[in-house]
């Protein structure tokens, strides 16, 4: 008999039971839920709403059940439909009537929303440490390469100067990013919804600030319907995974580019590539391609949680019942990308060389040249315009503006003089740039610092 039963004359359909049932995917919350039940009966208990000793049976018989389940020794019932009404049937099943006695003064509705937040919080721990490990290696490699050039881009052209450190710096102040707003997502999913009800609370004088206490929550819901109904940590968690996963294939596209044989400025370890069926030369970024891939799926499960939500009455409805798919998939989906990439960047190999090679090439310069001119006096619009002139001339003459000699140099100004040359080398474009967030070598072992401080790197 289901635990709900007692409305109803004959049984629900098979069928319908399947349909009807969460346990296959909500039965990861079984750790949250009993530690959840156990805090609600000990305040039963505290608040004389049960005797201590009801109190007392029913968190020892809850800390068995724990332990049976991971040891594997309770398979769950479809029939019982989900986390909550298993775990319950099993006590009931072990102490009978007193075990009937923990749901007093909770709905499920209130019970879910407790279970599904408390999970969350420790998953976003856990996403925040994978961040962490990933910003170490990061910097890392920054500190490996903070004299590295290698070429900047915009629109995918060579564009100025800048350092291999500089540029994974970059991908540093995006994770920290990510890191802070999983931070700011928990703290508003903080809040202890239990004592909600179905949504209009209860009449048991139930101390929901002990529960909330017990739980490690810092607060509990102001109003009952929408702390069943809610569901905004859920799509605001997404959202920040969403982001997480951008980042990740925005540097997997760049990390795709750079260990092709066109560009040729990494080697990614072979853990961490694929062979071909067919072409035996080839060795594919196989790991990158698939995070890149997977973004898809996360993006997707947040248009699934918006959709859920955007045409529900308060206060609580079954259609919620879907929000757990879509964001245990993108947490499952977050949590295996994280690692993989992060292993991926520590084995690979930077080729030096191959990146200031390239940034000789394609008048990365061009800019500091218009900038030497300025600093003789010429207007910035004249002096663009001259460097330009000049770099029509080298494509022409198929020249570096390095290669060029001072007679070449006289025929655009005649302001250009012998130290053009070491205002347009590569050292000199790049470490010229002191100031806060640019290339120059000392100011990016300065914000690399920064960072270690913030997460404690050694």
Partial sequence: MKLW???FSKNTDKLTDDFNSSIRFDSRLYKHDIKGSIAHAKMLGRCGIISVEESNLICQTLEEILSDIE??????????????????KILISRIGDTGKK???????????????????????????AKIIDLIAVLIKTAENNIDTIMPGYTHLQRAQPITF??????????????????????????????????????????????????????SITENSIDAVSDRDFIIELNADLSI???????????????????????????????????????????VAELIRGKTGRVYGNLITLLTVMKGLPLAYNKDMQEDKEAIFDSIDT????????????????????????????????????????????????????????????????????????MH???????????????????????????????????????????IKDIYDIK
């Fill in 244 to 286: 997480v996963m951008m980042h990740l294939s925005r540097f997997c596209e760049e990390i795709i580019l750079w260990c092709s044989y066109e560009f040729s400025f990494i080697e990614l370890d072979d853990a961490y590539s694929t062979g071909s069926s067919i072409m035996p030369q080839k060795k594919n970024p196989d």
């Fill in 408 to 450: 070449e140099f006289k025929k655009f100004s005649d302001k250009f003089e012998e130290d053009v040359y070491k205002a347009i080398s590569l050292e000199t474009c790049v470490n010229e740039r002191k100031l806060p967030g640019g290339p120059a070598f000392e100011t990016v072992s300065a914000s690399i610092q920064k």
């Fill in 102 to 128: 923990l749901h007093t003064g909770r709905s499920r509705n209130d019970q879910v929303a407790l279970d599904i937040r408390m999970y969350l919080k420790d998953e976003i721990n856990s996403i925040k």
């Fill in 334 to 405: 977050v949590k295996a990308c994280l690692p993989v990439f992060t292993k991926m960047i520590d084995t690979m190999t930077v080729h030096k060389d191959k990146m200031l090679s390239a940034a000789k090439r394609g008048f990365l310069n061009a800019t500091d040249l218009a900038d030497y001119l300025v600093k003789k006096g010429v207007p910035f619009r004249d002096s663009h315009y001259i460097t330009g002139k000049l770099v029509t001339y080298c494509i022409e003459n198929c020249k570096n503006i390095d290669d060029l000699n």
């Fill in 5 to 7: 039963g007692g409305r």
């Fill in 165 to 218: 450190a500089h540029h994974l710096m970059a991908y540093v102040q995006m994770f920290h990013r990510d890191y802070n707003r999983l931070s700011d997502c928990c703290k508003r999913l903080d809040s202890m919804p239990l004592g909600s009800g179905a949504l209009a609370g209860t009449t048991y004088k139930l101390d929901r600030s002990y529960v909330a206490s017990e739980l490690g929550f810092g």
């Fill in 71 to 88: 040891n594997g020794q309770i398979e769950f019932d479809i029939e019982a439909e989900d986390i909550h009404m298993n775990i319950e």
